[in-house]
């Protein structure tokens, strides 16, 4: 494609003498081509140029099918700003925080570098605390982040309250946006603590985890656009993996939970048996264990005796 070749040839993306006007037969997908030769994904291409030029899928579709000679002409400033993308995430920066958000439960979440980025293979704790809940309900969620898991869970019953805790107040910033972009502000409160230790003393129906959880080993051998974006406090759980679990347990977390409450929380690969043992240990009987979508160990859910 001549565009290609141009951009190849120039290799400066922010100055390239683009002529829009004079280049009118190529459509909006030759954007995406040029993309998607830099990042070998189809899929991240689509999603940097939908949202460089402020298309919805729909908008983007009848563009990139059209037929019609009279094609979509980007600004200059909508060029650049897809070619700036197309180059950080070609620098392996993960594209949730390029974009700025995540789907998850079927919703948009912001994200940041302050915060884990959500993955699917967490919804699994979702479905299980739906399972588990009644209406009236309190839900505490330890480590909450973006807050996706503990508002995923309140969007499905109106009826129910959460309080969301983590260490780290940027990240409860992130957690406070999406309550308010999600219209569930009102039902949710958010607390800075490391774990349970500034969690006043309350009894909660489901308590839900996803703490960090990677062992030096595995830390060490993470992908680069994890392990170099997303926050190592978030991720590392330390030598063993078993870190936060540990803390958790001795932080009194049986003495949050009402009488036959549920604690449910996401694990590692190969972390099933001893964080089972570790918990069976403390009043807490493990009454399912479940795996994602890929097969591997994801989720233990515990009922307090």
Same mark, same amino acid.
């Given at each position: 494609?001549?565009?290609? @070749? ?35 994904? +189809? ?29 979509? &002409?980007?600004?200059?400033? !909508?060029?650049?700003? #897809? %070619?700036?993308?197309?180059? @950080? ?29 959500? +993955? ?17 309900? /309190? ?30 107040? $940027? ?25 349970? /230790? ?5 009894? #909660?129906?489901?308590?839900?985890? $996803? ?7 595995? #830390? ?15 991720? %590392? ?8 679990? &540990? ?8 003495? %949050? ?13 190969? &972390? +099933? ?5 570790? %918990? ?8 399912? !264990? ?16």
């Amino acid at each position: 494609m001549l565009l290609r @070749r141009t951009f190849w040839k120039n290799h400066r993306y922010n100055n390239c003498q683009m002529r829009w006007n004079s280049v009118h037969k190529h459509k909006l997908c030759d954007l995406e081509d040029y993309g998607y030769t830099i990042l070998r994904s +189809r899929v991240d291409s689509k999603l940097l140029l939908m949202n460089a030029m402020e298309l919805n899928r729909e908008s983007y579709l009848r563009y990139t099918t059209s037929k019609n000679i009279s094609v979509y &002409q980007p600004t200059n400033d !909508q060029v650049n700003r #897809y %070619y700036s993308m197309v180059q @950080r995430r070609k620098s392996k920066e993960p594209i949730q925080y390029i974009l700025g958000q995540v789907e998850f439960w079927s919703m948009n979440f912001k994200v940041n570098t302050h915060t884990l980025i959500p +993955r699917s293979s967490s919804e699994v704790i979702v479905e299980q605390s739906l399972n588990h809940i009644s209406n009236n309900d /309190k839900i505490l969620d330890l480590g909450t982040g973006t807050g996706c898991l503990l508002l995923s869970i309140l969007s499905e019953n109106t009826t129910c309250t959460g309080v969301g805790v983590d260490i780290s107040p $940027n990240a409860l910033n992130v957690a406070r946006q999406n309550a308010s972009n999600l219209n569930i502000i009102d039902r949710v409160k958010f607390i800075e603590s490391n774990w349970l /230790k500034n969690v006043q003393a309350e009894k #909660y129906n489901v308590i839900v985890s $996803n703490p960090p959880y990677i062992s030096k080993v595995d #830390y060490d051998n993470l992908p680069v656009d994890i392990k170099d974006n997303e926050p190592h406090s978030a991720l %590392y759980g330390g030598f063993t993996g078993l870190e936060a679990y &540990q803390n958790i347990l001795n932080g009194g977390v049986c003495d %949050y939970l009402k009488p036959g409450g549920y604690l449910i929380l996401e694990i590692g690969y190969d &972390q +099933r048996i001893a964080v089972t043992e570790m %918990y069976e240990s403390e009043h807490l009987k493990c009454v399912n !264990q479940l795996q994602d979508d890929e097969g591997i160990d994801r989720c233990l859910v515990f009922k307090y005796q």
